[in-house]
């Protein structure tokens, strides 16, 4: 009996330190893991610029980017097979500019221009982008210049974005083809259609948008009009044959003012038939719109990861040792939502969508290759995705909570 006992004793204390030991091995891989997800690179620019002359003794300066790429281990674009698109941080670092500026003969001031957002999206950070260096010997790899550099202001203003003229709209895309904000416009729409409705079936009722369109005018006093066609139908009691009705709202002279988009007067007009309620006006510039923004052909709306593209707002990063996303999903607005525009084979409602999806594709939810097969192959077909069951979800932040529920939100208002 008392060796039985003293044997379990001895198993009960191998066990202990067994225990013990996988506990301080998972807390150390921990720590490992928190130490890396944290870990900024600084580069020291200025380890990297040569100024003095060069081939034609003019005062010059020189970035050598191949140098940083070397000793941040990233791989190289004039090497066969590498594509700096690949590698948004390696993309940056090439197209870095310096702007040099002559302080007095011996002395010259360096500015180095960069995409810094990314770049430290991607774990780089500059030490600084401005100092004053000693002009001294050939730089090696810089162009020669005909003339000298001149003198300038020591703090450059960037050059900013112009605004979008106000006036009267022809399209319904800005200047750099993205959609415009029409939430107003679409609020508009469906309180007139909900207007009527409930006029004449109370709340029993069921829509249908059957079309939407931009029209802009040549000639006459309208300028332009957005359109937007419906079929409802409504059931009496013990009816065995729904009533429908057709009819179009239209929203009149849209116009951008101070940025935003305003209008003119609303009509709602009821037709006899569907098609009647879908022709289109002649002696007019006509847009069909898909789920209500401009079809953009050829435009790709998903980037080289399969994460939908907003305007001005990467979303995801190919780095030199695989793929890797922000782990905090940058905040969506209004704005960024509705500047996207519907691209071959998807609406805009149908971009939303994919939005929500890859926020839960982040953290490797399961689709089912039934009731989700659209998202089950496109997120499949990336190598970063992996199925896990349980899935990460729960450890989504607060801020793609907020872009689900927003995205949720424009994508029903749109649809409607």
Excluded at 316 to 322: D, M, T
Excluded at 339 to 368: C, M, W
Aim: glycine residues 6%.
């Amino acid at each position: 009996m008392d060796a039985t006992r003293d044997n379990r004793k001895r198993r009960r204390l191998r066990l202990a330190w067994i225990a013990s030991g996988i506990v301080l091995g998972l807390t150390a891989l921990l720590a490992v893991l928190i130490a890396l997800r944290g870990h900024k690179t600084v580069i020291d620019l200025e380890q990297y610029v040569s100024v003095g002359t060069d081939a034609g003794g003019n005062k010059a300066a020189f970035l050598d980017v191949d140098a940083i790429l070397n000793d941040l281990h990233l791989p190289n674009p004039n090497r066969p097979g590498v594509k700096a698109s690949d590698y948004p941080e390696v993309y940056a670092l090439i197209h870095a500019k310096i702007r040099p500026t002559l302080i007095d003969d011996e002395h010259m001031r360096v500015t180095i221009e960069a995409d810094t957002d990314t770049l430290a999206r991607c774990g780089i950070t500059f030490k600084t982008t401005t100092w004053e260096q000693q002009i001294k010997g050939f730089v090696e790899g810089a162009t020669p210049t005909p003339h000298r550099l001149p003198e300038a202001d020591p703090t450059p203003v960037p050059a900013t974005p112009q605004p979008e003229p106000d006036g009267y709209l022809d399209s319904l895309l800005d200047s750099d083809g993205n959609g415009l904000n029409l939430r107003t416009v679409c609020e508009t729409v469906q309180n007139e259609r909900d207007l009527l409705c409930k006029e004449l079936f109370g709340n029993n009722y069921d829509t249908t948008k059957t079309q939407t369109a931009f029209i802009v005018y040549t000639s006459g006093r309208r300028h332009n009009l957005y359109r937007a066609s419906y079929t409802a139908t409504y059931k009496p009691e013990g009816a065995t044959e729904p009533i429908a009705i057709y009819f179009t709202v239209d929203v009149y002279d849209l116009y951008r003012s101070e940025g935003k988009i305003v209008h003119g007067s609303v009509d709602v007009s009821m037709y006899d038939s569907e098609e009647m309620s879908k022709r289109l006006p002649n002696g007019a510039s006509v847009t069909k719109l898909w789920g209500g923004g401009v079809k953009v052909s050829g435009k790709n709306g998903f980037d080289l990861n399969g994460f939908v593209k907003f305007p001005n707002c990467p979303t995801s990063y190919r780095l030199a040792n695989g793929v890797y996303w922000s782990p905090t999903y940058d905040a969506l607005s209004e704005d960024m939502i509705w500047q996207l525009t519907a691209v071959e084979g998807h609406s805009l409602a149908n971009l939303l969508r994919y939005a929500r999806k890859e926020i839960y594709a982040r953290y490797y939810t399961p689709f089912d290759p039934k009731t989700e097969r659209e998202f089950y192959d496109h997120f499949n077909g990336y190598a970063w995705y992996e199925e896990r069951n349980p899935d990460l979800s729960r450890l989504m932040t607060e801020t793609e909570r907020n872009n689900i529920r927003l995205l949720r939100e424009i994508q029903s208002l749109i649809e409607k």
